[in-house]
């Protein structure tokens, strides 16, 4: 009877389906699911670059467990890590080389493949020009495919016309540096965090993108004895402002405003470190004179910080024996990002606040090897942070590789936003995607969708059935993370192994292998440029040579030695066999002219599409701790699915009652480029009257369909972050409409009760 019972019940099912089982590496493990062999390897996803071990059974990866002795996670994970072996084997994986034939995509051998693009590349060149091919690749390839595919692209295809996805989230954070230092390459550590008496987070919202930096936070009490003062700089309430200390909502994109006031406040106090200005930086006596345009009654006008409050700070800032600041999107993705971060650098620079344990100016990388393109991958730079301008770095470059000087580029070529304004033009003909999927992630997606159908050939080359390999008349399958082994490199600059755990899937093939063999079909240009290469370390192994005395000096490394580190950190050498926590220590030179940083001053500007009567809101994206990027992969597992499973726009209580909505029901967003229907609402205070807040990775919900075509003039990175918007309910379909004056207090005009001020706004308004 009992067991007819527990048969009816299923109870004996269920727990054979729950048993657990004795393992030796990681305890209890589900018996269902117990790894053959764990495979020590690093995370896919973001730019924290964490440490894993991948359980591997009959040739599928089935588990994931943070690896403990790594330093940057120590065996913790986040959830997309967790989870991250069961996109592996997802439905939507390609499954080889494919040709589209009457609306459909048929598999057909590599072989065809290579040569329907090679042909139509081909043919595209000789009709319109060698720059009529273009190719946009992404964050997150291997830094030995990075530098592969690269190579490639310049020297053998012979377009410069290339660019990655990095431009849409780190291209700011590149030029700022290279403004202030004359060159990439982030100057701190995760240990700083650890380190740091005053902690600002500026547009990072690291609770939700980059969680096991907290753990680093959480080490600061252990380490100091004390816990850190936390200044969290957000329009929005992120769940990372539950950790401040000091929280200044600031008004969207005023952060270079707040950053020049507080630096106005250090001088005109006597709080600067003068000894390290004197003797580690240049051009302080300039910039002390544009500096005092930002008064602090000025800046909290602008910013709507009290000026109690930004005294408060900037002493804190000054006061700490060591202070940094961090960044991420929020700053980045702003048509005036790149001088954000040389601001942001200002202020580390006139507190001492460089090349210290917890002191340092730091960005925080969005994907797993934004750094290893950075560096390697050839878009915005020669490989090495070489200079295309530069006579000296083009010969070096040619010598070391064995390539004529006249093949390397003399000067960059279109950017992301730049070819798709190409393709718009009619100059550019063919675009060949890697790892990227734009028809989620560019901004003003109807423009985008408009040029792509002007293309004679779209390439796809992906791991996944994306929006954009949708559309694409040829695709590339390749593998993906644990099915192909070589580097990435963290946000620290620390460069981690990653492994090959399983069997590429069905006939797909590395993005290494990809190009290796498409240079094939291209005469001479596999013999130039790859010969004998057959393996990833065959590129890495030419990479370190072309690092080699460069900033981001790799020599040092071999894959043996990152392993029994758990990662290098940039430069390694002779002098530093065993990596670099920290750049622009003393004695330690920059890149520019003077060998020293400089400081820079920028003008705040106000928002170019400010709110008016027709869209009188502002629209803030962003990300979510469950889901990443377009969801090509988090897409495809069911608890990331469950927990996010579609976009959300979040509503304050009072535009919430003028909309007569409440949290469940569903409005319309549309802005002068188009309207997204059918979002869920979410009544809450962490959004500000007047502003409202949407995750950008749904295609369902396709949030870019609203955001504008601004993109920052030195990085070409867009901005993301402010675009004026409407908000359509059911029971109020026009929309919230605002009087002039509500319409001058949104943008901050308020508190000067200057006439003349909101007369102006007012009358802009009308011209717009």
Same mark, same amino acid.
């Given at each position: 009877m009992i067991k007819k019972i527990k048969d009816f019940l299923g109870l004996d099912i269920k727990e054979e389906k729950y048993a657990l089982v004795d393992d030796p590496f990681f305890g209890k493990v589900a018996k269902e699911k117990a790894p053959d062999k764990w495979v020590r390897s690093t995370c896919g996803y973001c730019g924290v670059g964490c440490?894993?071990?991948?359980?591997?059974?009959?040739?599928?990866?089935?588990?994931?467990?943070?690896?403990?002795?790594?330093?940057?996670?120590?065996?913790?994970?986040?959830?997309?890590?967790?989870?991250?072996?069961?996109?592996?084997?997802?439905?939507?994986?390609?499954?080889?080389?494919?040709?589209?034939?009457?609306?459909?995509?048929?598999?057909?051998?590599?072989?065809?493949?290579?040569? =329907?693009?090679?042909?139509?590349?081909?043919?595209?060149? &000789?009709?319109?020009?060698? $720059?009529?091919?273009?190719?946009?690749?992404?964050?997150?390839?291997?830094?030995?495919?990075?530098?592969?595919?690269?190579?490639?692209?310049?020297?053998?295809?012979?377009?410069?016309?290339y660019d990655g996805n990095t431009t849409l989230c780190m291209a700011s954070a590149v030029m700022g540096y290279k403004q202030s230092f004359g060159s990439d390459g982030p100057p701190g550590c995760y240990d700083d965090f650890s380190r740091a008496e005053v902690i600002m987070l500026i547009g990072a919202n690291i609770a939700d993108n980059h969680p096991i930096l907290k753990l680093h936070i959480a080490r600061n009490s252990q380490i100091r004895g004390?816990?850190? =003062?936390?200044?969290?700089?957000?329009?929005?309430?992120?769940? *990372?402002?539950?950790?401040?200390?000091?929280?200044?909502?600031?008004?969207?994109? *005023?952060?270079?405003?707040?950053?020049?006031?507080?630096?106005?406040?250090?001088?005109?106090?006597?709080?600067?470190?003068?000894?390290?200005?004197?003797?580690?930086?240049?051009?302080?006596?300039?910039?002390?004179?544009?500096?005092?345009?930002?008064?602090?009654?000025?800046?909290?006008?602008?910013?709507?910080?009290?000026?109690?409050?930004?005294?408060?700070?900037?002493?804190?800032?000054?006061?700490?024996?060591?202070?940094?600041?961090?960044?991420?999107?929020?700053? +980045?993705?702003?048509?005036?990002?790149?001088?954000?971060?040389?601001?942001?650098?200002?202020?580390?620079?006139?507190?001492? +606040?460089?090349?210290?344990?917890?002191?340092?100016?730091?960005?925080?990388?969005?994907?797993? +090897?934004?750094?290893?393109?950075?560096?390697?991958?050839?878009?915005?730079?020669?490989p090495g942070y070489r200079n295309f301008a530069s006579e000296t770095d083009r010969r070096e470059y040619a010598q070391i590789v064995g390539v004529p000087e006249e093949l390397v580029p003399t000067a960059r070529g279109y950017a992301y936003p730049q070819i798709i304004e190409g393709?718009?033009?009619?100059?550019?003909?063919?675009?060949?995607?890697?790892?990227?999927?734009?028809?989620?992630?560019?901004?003003?997606?109807?423009?985008?969708?408009?040029?792509?159908?002007?293309?004679?050939?779209?390439?796809?080359?992906?791991?996944?059935?994306?929006? *954009?390999?949708?559309?694409?008349?040829?695709?590339?399958?390749a593998a993906t993370w644990s099915e192909k082994r070589g580097t990435y490199t963290n946000s620290e600059r620390r460069c981690n192994l990653a492994k090959k755990s399983v069997p590429n899937y069905k006939d797909s093939k590395s993005d290494f292998e990809i190009v290796v063999e498409f240079s094939k079909y291209f005469e001479g240009k596999?013999?130039?440029?790859?010969?004998?290469?057959?393996?990833?370390?065959?590129?890495?192994?030419?990479?370190?040579?072309?690092?080699?005395?460069?900033?981001?000096?790799? &020599?040092?490394?071999?894959?043996? $030695?990152?392993?029994?580190?758990?990662?290098?950190?940039?430069?390694?050498?002779?002098?530093?066999?065993?990596?670099?926590?920290?750049?622009?220590?003393?004695?330690?030179?920059?890149? +520019?002219?003077?060998?020293?940083?400089?400081?820079?001053?920028?003008?705040?500007?106000?928002?170019?599409?400010?709110?008016?009567?027709?869209?009188?809101?502002?629209?803030?994206?962003?990300?979510?701790?469950?889901?990443?990027?377009?969801?090509?992969? *988090?897409?495809?597992?069911?608890?990331?699915?469950?927990l996010a499973p579609e976009a959300w726009v979040e509503l304050s209580p009072a535009d919430a009652k003028k909309l007569q909505v409440q949290s469940g029901d569903r409005i319309a967003l549309s802005s002068a480029r188009g309207r997204v229907e059918n979002v869920v609402v979410r009544v809450t205070e962490v959004v500000r009257e007047g502003s409202v807040f949407v995750p950008f990775h749904f295609n369902t919900q396709l949030v870019n369909t609203l955001t504008q075509s601004l993109f920052d003039p030195k990085s070409f990175e867009p901005n993301y972050k402010q675009t004026a918007i409407q908000l359509h309910s059911e029971k109020v379909p026009e929309g919230i409409r605002l009087e002039e004056r509500e319409i001058a207090g949104a943008l901050g005009y308020e508190k000067s009760g200057s006439e003349r001020e909101m007369a102006a706004v007012i009358q802009k308004d009308g011209e717009s």
């Open positions: 440490g894993l071990y991948i359980g591997v059974k009959n040739g599928d990866p089935v588990y994931v467990k943070g690896d403990p002795d790594h330093p940057v996670n120590r065996g913790t994970l986040c959830p997309k890590g967790l989870s991250e072996h069961e996109m592996v084997r997802a439905p939507t994986r390609l499954p080889g080389a494919m040709v589209k034939r009457n609306g459909a995509f048929e598999q057909v051998g590599w072989d065809e493949a290579f040569k =329907t693009v090679s042909d139509t590349f081909k043919e595209v060149q &000789s009709k319109y020009g060698k $720059k009529s091919v273009a190719v946009i690749s992404t964050g997150q390839l291997l830094t030995e495919e990075f530098y592969t595919l690269g190579k490639f692209v310049q020297l053998g295809l012979e377009t410069n016309n004390k816990k850190p =003062t936390i200044v969290v700089v957000d329009p929005r309430h992120s769940k *990372t402002a539950n950790m401040a200390d000091i929280y200044l909502p600031i008004k969207p994109r *005023t952060d270079l405003a707040l950053i020049n006031g507080l630096c106005y406040i250090i001088h005109e106090q006597g709080w600067m470190d003068e000894k390290f200005i004197n003797e580690r930086t240049a051009g302080y006596r300039e910039f002390i004179k544009e500096i005092r345009k930002y008064p602090p009654q000025e800046v909290a006008h602008i910013t709507g910080i009290e000026v109690k409050t930004l005294y408060e700070v900037a002493r804190l800032y000054a006061g700490a024996e060591a202070a940094m600041s961090a960044w991420t999107m929020g700053v +980045n993705q702003s048509a005036q990002g790149t001088d954000t971060v040389s601001a942001i650098v200002n202020l580390a620079l006139m507190t001492g +606040n460089l090349g210290k344990p917890g002191g340092s100016p730091m960005s925080i990388t969005g994907q797993c +090897n934004a750094m290893g393109t950075r560096e390697s991958g050839f878009t915005s730079s020669i393709i718009e033009k009619g100059e550019i003909k063919a675009l060949w995607v890697v790892a990227t999927n734009p028809l989620v992630s560019f901004p003003d997606q109807p423009r985008l969708r408009k040029a792509l159908k002007k293309l004679e050939m779209l390439v796809v080359q992906d791991s996944f059935l994306s929006d *954009t390999a949708e559309l694409a008349d040829v695709l590339f399958g596999y013999e130039l440029l790859f010969n004998g290469w057959t393996k990833p370390e065959d590129a890495f192994e030419e990479w370190k040579k072309v690092s080699k005395g460069r900033l981001c000096d790799y &020599s040092g490394m071999s894959y043996e $030695k990152i392993e029994k580190l758990g990662g290098i950190q940039w430069p390694c050498n002779d002098e530093h066999p065993e990596g670099t926590p920290r750049l622009y220590y003393e004695g330690m030179k920059t890149s +520019n002219e003077e060998g020293k940083p400089r400081f820079l001053f920028s003008e705040w500007e106000p928002l170019p599409e400010n709110v008016c009567t027709a869209f009188p809101l502002i629209l803030n994206t962003g990300r979510t701790v469950e889901q990443f990027h377009t969801r090509t992969k *988090t897409g495809t597992i069911k608890i990331l699915e469950d």
